[in-house]
């Protein structure tokens, strides 16, 4: 199966606790869609590296709407 990628931008900055990676508000990420959880497509879950968003958490800017 291919994932096919999305740009999108979060709306509130956010930390992974214990780690260095974060996602900035006024940055744009790539972001796939998070199929292997529950519910993912009615609820627009996604994942941006390690961090997973849901629908109203960010903005797509380019892809999959």
Do not use: C
Request: aromatic share 10%; proline share 3%; glycine share 10%.
């Amino acid at each position: 199966m291919i994932m096919k990628t999305m740009r999108v931008q979060p709306k509130l900055n956010y930390q992974l606790v214990g780690t260095g990676f974060g996602l900035h508000n006024h940055l744009t990420y790539d972001a796939i869609s998070a199929t292997n959880q529950p519910n993912w497509k009615e609820e627009g879950k996604i994942f941006v590296g390690e961090i997973l968003l849901k629908k109203g958490e960010y903005t797509i800017i380019k892809g999959e709407k």
